[in-house]
């Protein structure tokens, strides 16, 4: 049996949700279930019609595309939600991910790739633009050791995967929680611990990752492969991306 992704296109633009629609469903087993024009639009016609994927823009009257895919991960039944956007940057990219989005792609993308894009967050991949994709990546490496020549017997310099490997059970958790982008509230909620022990939990861990902030903890634990989807989660879609290339990681 076919499996058809439900997708729920979101722009203030109408010809662009029109154009939207057209290409999706020029794809026999995509089906544009709902538009809407804005992110208070976007919740209601998840909670009404439950899509697989909202693919969205970034900048909405009202809520923006940023807002509605943080609330959306909140969601029991959230759909994976793909950003296209027509704004080429690594922070637009790093607050999208943060936010909870699986894709983040500019709208000069060619159409095949958009089409792509959806197919691969609705099964759980990621889709990222190559150019802040590329600059995410190379940011990522801010806090690491210089690159320098090392003293003879020193020891070498630790990557991502090997400094998020050195943490703690509670640090892993914690730094899972600065990828999703929970605020310190958030993270006193689910961890069950005074906001002020989280300031100070978090600070003790941007010192042990040697990074300057929790934006480069969170870019840091992406690029170790550290996800939410590491622990159970009620979320269909909880898992973070990492950056990548232009189509999968």
Known sequence: MRTVIRVVVADDEPLMRFALRTLL?????IEVVGEAFEGAQVLDRVRELRPDVVLTDLLMPGM?????ARQLRELPYAPAVLVLTTFDTEDGMTRALAAGAKGYLLKDAPPEQVVAAVRLVASGATAL????ATRLAAASEVGAPPRRP????????QGPSERVE???????????????GMSNAGIA???????GTVKAYVSRLMSVLEVDNRTQAAILGHRAG???????SPCRNSGEPGPGSPAVR
Not at 166 to 180: D, E, F, T
């Open 189 to 195: 909620r689910s961890m069950h611990l005074s906001e």
């Open 226 to 232: 550290l996800t939410s989807a590491d622990e159970p």
């Open 150 to 157: 090392l003293p003879y017997g020193a020891a070498l310099p």
């Open 64 to 68: 923006d595309g940023i807002t509605a």
């Open 129 to 132: 633009a190559s150019g802040p």
């Open 166 to 180: 050195s943490l703690s059970a509670q640090q892993r958790r914690l730094l899972r929680h600065l990828v999703a």
């Open 25 to 29: 469903e020029s794809d026999e087993d």
